[in-house]
Each structure stands twice: as C-alpha cells, then as structure tokens.
C-alpha cells in the first residue's frame, strides 16, 4: 500500500500515465519516507480497502478463472446494496422489495430491487462493472462511451443497465395486460423511476447521469405508459452511501424528484445540486458507515499493534496511568 519517491518515479518513467491518470496513488496511497507513511489522499487510502482485495485476487488467479471472480464480486456488490438499503429504510417512507421476480415467470428478475415510494415505485439496477483506465482517464471521449454502452447501456441481445430497466418498464407499464410482480402489490402506483447504482465512482461523474438518460429516452421514444416514467437516474455505490442518512425519513422518489427539478438534463453529480428535500432535514452523517468505519479502525489498530484513540483515553484513565 506505499511506496517511496523513486518507486513512484520507477512507475511514472515506466507507464507515462496521463496527468489525470491517479491510478499510481490508488494502487499506492501511502507515500513511504525516512521510516513514516503519509496518505496522499484519505479518501483514495479508504477506497483500498475495496479494491485492494480485488485486484490482489485478480492478479493471482488464473486469466480462464478471473470472469468467475468478477461475477462473485459483483454478487458481492448487490449483497451489499441490499444490506445498505435494508438498514436505512423504515417501511413507511420507503418499502424495499430486493430481488423481485414477475409473478407469471418466477424465475426471472424484474430489476435487483424495487423501492416503493407511497404512490411511485424506484426501479433499481445494480452495476459492479470496473472501468478500464484508458476509458476513464485518457482524455478520449470515444474510449469513454465505448465503456459506458458496453458495461452500462447494453443492447437488444446484452441488456444491461439502460436496457434491462427499459425492458423492465415495458412489461411493468404497457397499457395492456402488464405484468404483475410477485408479492409486490403495484395497483397504485402511478409513477415509476428507473435507477442505476454503479460501484465504480464512474456513476458520480459529470455527464454520466445525462449520457445514460440520452439512451434511455432513445429507448423510451414514442411509446405510451399506463404509468408516468421519469428520465433514468444514476448514482455510484459512494453517493448512495451519503444518501443512506436520510432514507429513514425522506421517500428516496421525492429525493430523485428534487434532484431533477434543479437539474433538467441531469448533467451534474448528485451532491453538486442542491436537494430541497435532503436541505430540509439538515447535514446528516451516515451512522450505519461511521460505524463500519470504527470497527475498521478498531481491527487495523489490533493488526498493526496501535492503540487507538479510545484506548489510549481508556488508559489515560487508568489508576496506573503514572507508571
């Protein structure tokens, strides 16, 4: 997780990445010197714990084995969601349904989740693609939407994200003989809004929400509903995490809602738009993840052989502190 000046220089002579390519400091987020370990960005050092994992694995597993490995990864990914979702939801603003299936075909998946909202229903795709680095920060746009409409849009033979909510709405909202979903009562529900949640911080960057709602509507283009749909809505795996503080009390429709009136294109990140519904309740810290976070602390400090904060006040108060 560290490295020194001259190993960082050893990787940058060697790849010449790009000057917005950070991968060397996500790969080494600790700077190593005369004995210390400085993080270069705390954030960056937090992500590790995730992909770190992941890419060590990768790297030590046969290339025929590494498409299972990611396919676990990703049902990681989705048990995860459903676990943050779970503990955030109150069963009153918002009803959670993880999993849903068409009550006509039992064996096949409306989205990975349904959030019902009162009178609107989120429909919800989980996305755990990983990005290449050249998709990401080689400055070529056409890098860029090649990913995006492989991993994140799909096609009529691919569905994936933009494709399996638009196939989704179809069966869910056609005027005629739409599909029922099992143990989800629909009646009355009147508006639906398609949502995508991308482990990769992809899903929180400018324009991403805008390029995935272009295809959506291209999709959606000349078709009438016996629901109201709204534009497709996209958020990373990071702002649904922030997001997860007010979803015991705010309908996560609404918050979409309020989303989209102060951005009609969708062409900004969640949190840079103000939320009229999310500034009423206040800043909020996500107590399920401050927790995690502790216990994480908690178990470096004891692999490292540290004493942490709380224990160096526990033994501050000792009667024995003077010796």
Same mark, same amino acid.
């Given at each position: 997780?560290?490295?020194?000046?001259?190993?960082?220089?050893?990787?940058?002579?060697?790849?010449?990445?790009?000057?917005?390519?950070?991968?060397?400091?996500?790969?080494?987020?600790?700077? =190593?010197?005369?004995?210390?370990?400085?993080?270069?960005?705390?954030?960056?050092?937090?992500?590790?714990?995730?992909?770190?994992?992941?890419?060590?694995?990768?790297?030590?597993?046969?290339?025929?084995?590494?498409?299972?490995?990611?396919?676990?990864?990703?049902?990681?990914?989705?048990?995860?969601?459903?676990?943050?979702?779970?503990?955030?939801?109150?069963?009153?603003?918002?009803?959670?349904?993880?999993?849903?299936?068409?009550?006509?075909?039992?064996?096949?998946?409306?989205?990975?989740?349904?959030?019902?909202?009162?009178?609107?229903?989120?429909?919800?795709?989980?996305?755990?693609?990983?990005?290449?680095?050249?998709?990401?920060?080689?400055?070529?746009?056409?890098?860029?939407?090649?990913?995006?409409?492989?991993?994140?849009?799909?096609?009529?033979?691919?569905?994936?994200?933009?494709?399996?909510? =638009?196939?989704?709405?179809?069966?869910?909202?056609?005027?005629?003989?739409?599909?029922?979903?099992?143990?989800?009562?629909?009646?009355?529900?009147?508006?639906?809004?398609?949502?995508?949640?991308?482990?990769?911080?992809?899903?929180?960057?400018?324009?991403?929400?805008?390029?995935?709602?272009?295809?959506?509507?291209?999709?959606?283009?000349?078709?009438?509903?016996?629901?109201?749909?709204?534009?497709?809505?996209?958020?990373?795996?990071?702002?649904?995490?922030?997001?997860?503080?007010?979803?015991?009390?705010? =309908?996560? =429709?609404?918050?979409?809602?309020?989303?989209?009136?102060?951005?009609?294109?969708?062409?900004?990140?969640?949190?840079?738009?103000?939320?009229?519904?999310?500034?009423?309740?206040?800043?909020?810290?996500?107590?399920?993840?401050?927790?995690?976070?502790?216990?994480?602390?908690?178990?470096?400090?004891?692999?490292?052989?540290?004493?942490?904060?709380?224990?160096?006040?526990?033994?501050?108060?000792?009667?024995?502190?003077?010796?």
């Amino acid at each position: 997780m560290s490295a020194n000046a001259d190993a960082l220089a050893a990787v940058v002579n060697e790849k010449k990445p790009v000057a917005n390519d950070f991968t060397i400091f996500r790969n080494k987020p600790l700077f =190593a010197d005369i004995g210390y370990f400085f993080p270069l960005d705390v954030a960056i050092l937090a992500e590790k714990f995730d992909s770190g994992p992941f890419w060590r694995v990768h790297e030590h597993i046969a290339p025929e084995d590494r498409g299972r490995f990611h396919s676990f990864w990703g049902n990681v990914f989705e048990e995860y969601i459903t676990w943050l979702f779970r503990q955030c939801v109150d069963g009153k603003h918002n009803q959670f349904y993880p999993n849903p299936k068409y009550a006509a075909r039992p064996t096949e998946q409306v989205c990975d989740g349904i959030m019902l909202c009162g009178r609107s229903a989120v429909l919800i795709e989980y996305k755990s693609s990983t990005f290449t680095v050249a998709a990401k920060y080689s400055g070529n746009p056409q890098e860029l939407e090649k990913e995006l409409r492989k991993k994140l849009v799909g096609t009529p033979e691919s569905k994936k994200g933009v494709y399996q909510l =638009a196939d989704a709405v179809e069966k869910l909202c056609r005027q005629e003989n739409p599909d029922k979903i099992e143990g989800i009562d629909m009646t009355q529900v009147s508006t639906v809004f398609p949502l995508i949640i991308t482990r990769d911080d992809l899903g929180s960057a400018l324009g991403t929400n805008a390029f995935l709602n272009l295809h959506f509507q291209e999709l959606m283009k000349g078709k009438r509903y016996s629901r109201s749909v709204t534009p497709m809505f996209c958020l990373s795996a990071d702002d649904l995490e922030k997001l997860s503080a007010y979803l015991p009390d705010c =309908a996560l =429709a609404d918050v979409l809602s309020a989303r989209y009136k102060r951005d009609k294109v969708l062409q900004s990140s969640f949190w840079l738009v103000e939320n009229s519904v999310l500034k009423k309740k206040g800043e909020r810290k996500p107590t399920v993840l401050v927790g995690a976070s502790g216990k994480l602390g908690h178990m470096m400090a004891g692999r490292l052989g540290l004493k942490d904060e709380t224990q160096k006040a526990e033994a501050a108060e000792s009667p024995n502190r003077g010796e």
